[in-house]
């Protein structure tokens, strides 16, 4: 079995733990980046220098790869890719290569932070308080519901890019006058905490959900982490995973309230702290290829251990007429 990581940047680690798995099976990972200089890319088994994903003739690459490489499943590390990936789905399916991606309304739902949000209040899940005009977003500050400081996020944004604090109504009126892509949230005082979940491509059920309170952010993603348990956050995660039914690696950030958690965000791939996850003894990366196999994963919700710390830190390479899906790095 060959998997394919797409758009795979900095994810050296990831890159590793699918190296190791598949190459323990015979198989191989190959990692394809638009960057030549990728780190990921020096560590896959093999690698390809790409398009940039809104090129028109990425996804032929792609398909090209696949064949080069015998690849039996294709995933992508960003969100923008996402759709693409659940739109094109039934072109690799007939190529008997398997999208490890929900399908597109899944992936259309979480990429648009609104979308989500409405989502989550139709299906009587805990949100954070979301809103993308004046009117309602005055309403809500009249009313109680929120008050300042508030922040505003865009829409489809990601990584903590573009995300503002808003100090009066002024502020709210000139952002939403200028950027329609906007949404206003309440500034969320509680714990932050991420959930790294698997939900089954066989089953639909969600096997694994990893719980961890956020430290230390970098850059949107998780820099340092502590694993917990809650009994009452496992019962939301897995509402929630009932009732969107994603597939696969699925990343979710909620707070801590005094009214209890409200879902802040969900990404459908793996997270920047699945790290911590997978150390403390969740492989999604396993999950996945047993899925790929035709195998559904037995549940293991509650398999690891509380207290546990993750620590990222840097570490460099030096690259030397090193050549990568034909390109010469220099």
Same mark, same amino acid.
């Given at each position: 079995?060959?998997?394919?990581?797409?758009?795979?940047?900095?994810?050296?680690?990831?890159?590793?733990?699918?190296?190791?798995?598949?190459?323990?099976?015979?198989?191989?990972?190959?990692?394809?980046?638009?960057?030549?200089?990728?780190?990921?890319?020096?560590?896959?088994?093999?690698?390809?220098?790409?398009?940039?994903?809104?090129?028109?003739?990425?996804?032929?690459?792609?398909?090209?790869?696949?064949?080069?490489?015998?690849?039996?499943?294709?995933?992508?590390?960003?969100?923008?890719?996402?759709?693409?990936?659940?739109?094109?789905?039934?072109?690799?399916?007939?190529?008997?290569?398997?999208?490890?991606?929900?399908?597109?309304?899944?992936?259309?739902?979480?990429?648009?932070?609104?979308?989500?949000?409405?989502? $989550? !209040?139709?299906?009587?899940? =805990? +949100?954070? @308080?979301?809103? *993308?005009?004046?009117?309602? %977003?005055?309403?809500?500050?009249?009313?109680?519901?929120?008050?300042?400081?508030?922040?505003?996020?865009?829409?489809?944004?990601?990584?903590?890019?573009?995300?503002?604090?808003?100090?009066?109504?002024?502020?709210?009126?000139?952002?939403?006058?200028?950027?329609?892509?906007?949404?206003?949230?309440?500034?969320?005082?509680?714990?932050?905490?991420?959930?790294?979940?698997?939900?089954?491509?066989?089953?639909?059920?969600?096997?694994?959900?990893?719980?961890?309170?956020?430290?230390?952010?970098?850059?949107?993603?998780?820099?340092?982490?502590?694993?917990?348990?809650?009994?009452?956050?496992?019962?939301?995660?897995?509402? $929630? !995973?009932?009732?969107?039914? =994603? +597939?696969? @690696?699925?990343? *979710?950030?909620?707070?801590? %309230?005094?009214?209890?958690?409200?879902?802040?965000?969900?990404?459908?791939?793996?997270?920047?702290?699945?790290?911590?996850?997978?150390?403390?003894?969740?492989?999604?990366?396993?999950?996945?290829?047993?899925?790929?196999?035709?195998?559904?994963?037995?549940?293991?919700?509650?398999?690891?251990?509380?207290?546990?710390?993750?620590?990222?830190?840097?570490?460099?390479?030096?690259?030397?007429?090193?050549?990568?899906?034909?390109?010469?790095?220099?």
């Amino acid at each position: 079995m060959n998997l394919l990581l797409c758009s795979a940047g900095r994810r050296v680690k990831l890159t590793e733990y699918f190296k190791e798995e598949l190459n323990n099976i015979g198989g191989i990972v190959v990692a394809a980046d638009c960057d030549s200089t990728a780190p990921a890319l020096v560590h896959a088994d093999r690698a390809e220098v790409v398009p940039r994903i809104d090129h028109p003739s990425y996804l032929p690459h792609l398909e090209a790869i696949c064949k080069k490489h015998e690849i039996t499943g294709i995933l992508s590390l960003i969100d923008p890719e996402l759709s693409l990936l659940a739109g094109y789905k039934d072109v690799f399916l007939k190529k008997l290569i398997t999208p490890v991606v929900s399908s597109r309304e899944v992936v259309d739902i979480c990429f648009d932070k609104y979308l989500t949000y409405q989502f $989550l !209040i139709m299906n009587d899940l =805990p +949100a954070v @308080p979301t809103f *993308i005009c004046m009117e309602d %977003t005055a309403k809500a500050l009249d009313s109680g519901t929120i008050s300042f400081p508030l922040f505003a996020k865009p829409k489809n944004g990601s990584a903590s890019t573009g995300v503002q604090k808003l100090e009066s109504l002024q502020d709210v009126r000139q952002l939403l006058h200028k950027n329609e892509n906007y949404i206003i949230q309440p500034f969320m005082a509680g714990d932050e905490i991420g959930i790294d979940c698997y939900a089954d491509m066989i089953s639909k059920k969600a096997t694994h959900i990893f719980c961890k309170k956020k430290v230390l952010m970098r850059t949107g993603e998780t820099d340092r982490s502590v694993s917990l348990k809650d009994p009452a956050l496992l019962s939301v995660i897995e509402r $929630l !995973i009932d009732v969107l039914q =994603p +597939a696969g @690696p699925i990343d *979710i950030d909620c707070f801590r %309230t005094e009214n209890g958690w409200l879902i802040s965000e969900i990404n459908p791939r793996f997270g920047g702290g699945y790290l911590h996850a997978h150390e403390a003894g969740q492989n999604f990366v396993r999950n996945i290829i047993n899925n790929l196999n035709g195998f559904a994963n037995a549940q293991a919700l509650n398999s690891y251990e509380a207290g546990t710390t993750m620590v990222k830190f840097d570490n460099v390479m030096l690259l030397k007429n090193k050549v990568l899906g034909g390109r010469s790095i220099v």
